[in-house]
């Protein structure tokens, strides 16, 4: 077996030779429709080639064979575009984007049926379309609430769904018509801070995502799991003084309301943090 090991070492495979290349066009265009709102909508083509490891991710086994390469994947291509509208006055912005994307063969690890082992394959088709909604206010817009307060906030919705896929995660078709994974359909944020002196300053922050998957066939119902990703609602906040020109002193908590929550795996709960800082 060590000898089958050596040689396999020394093993050399020929792949054909390949070659190829994509254009990535982008065009946008604006108009200001009024002084306080601008209408935009852009479009381009992004284009991702497969990686070495994701060609060659199999190897050469014992007997000098390689096993779950795939040198013949295809780059992923996408089509992005988006129409925006955006309305500024003093202290006060918001806008709102319709976007749609749609990706032709996506890399992602799928069953190789031949060798019975998960391996980065083409997906035939993604399609996402969604609304990002988002607000900014401050100074005189907010005074009247709070004097140096300052919010921020946005809420996006996604409709992504594999729409063509000649692949399968274990039988054929199971992956039609399944959500994108780690694309949830809500995500939103939100952060306030407040200047409450020249030297005294606080924020507060909140975070959510919705429901999502991590497998190509949404087989993975409970996001709370190893490998899984899970929906979320978590807190941030942070205090910082700076008596002099030179130091300050800031004082932090992630994940205040102390949630759980996964992303392959576990995130960090209730983390607190201080900082002292001195400039020259």
Not at 2 to 28: N, V, W
Not at 104 to 119: E, K, V
Not at 220 to 237: E, L, R
């Amino acid at each position: 077996m060590a000898d089958r090991r050596r040689d396999a070492a020394r093993c050399l495979i020929s792949h054909p030779s390949r070659s190829a290349d994509h254009l990535s066009p982008k065009a946008a265009l604006s108009h200001q429709l009024t002084d306080a709102l601008v209408l935009k909508a852009s479009t381009g083509k992004a284009v991702r080639f497969p990686t070495v490891s994701e060609l060659y991710q199999g190897g050469v086994n014992a007997l000098g064979q390689a096993v779950n390469n795939n040198p013949d994947l295809r780059p992923e291509r996408s089509w992005t575009t988006e129409v925006s509208a955006e309305w500024n006055t003093p202290g006060l912005s918001a806008r709102a984007t319709l976007f749609h994307e749609d990706t032709r063969d996506a890399l992602y690890s799928l069953l190789n049926t031949a060798t019975n082992a998960n391996t980065v394959q083409n997906v035939d088709r993604i399609r996402t379309t969604g609304l990002e909604l988002a607000s900014r206010a401050g100074g005189e817009a907010t005074a009247w609430l709070l004097r140096g307060l300052s919010l921020q906030g946005s809420l996006t919705y996604a409709d992504s769904r594999i729409v063509a896929n000649s692949g399968f995660a274990a039988v054929a078709g199971d992956t039609l018509g399944k959500w994108q994974p780690r694309v949830p359909r809500w995500r939103a944020s939100a952060l306030a801070s407040w200047q409450a002196t020249p030297t005294l300053s606080a924020s507060l922050g909140a975070r959510y995502s919705g429901r999502q998957f991590s497998t190509l066939d949404n087989s993975d119902p409970n996001g709370f799991a190893y490998q899984a990703a899970s929906k979320y609602f978590t807190t941030d906040a942070r205090v910082r003084w700076q008596p002099t020109r030179q130091w300050a002193v800031a004082v932090g908590v992630d994940n205040l309301n102390n949630v759980q929550f996964w992303n392959f795996h576990p995130y960090p709960q209730r983390t607190w943090t201080a900082e002292l800082q001195f400039d020259l």
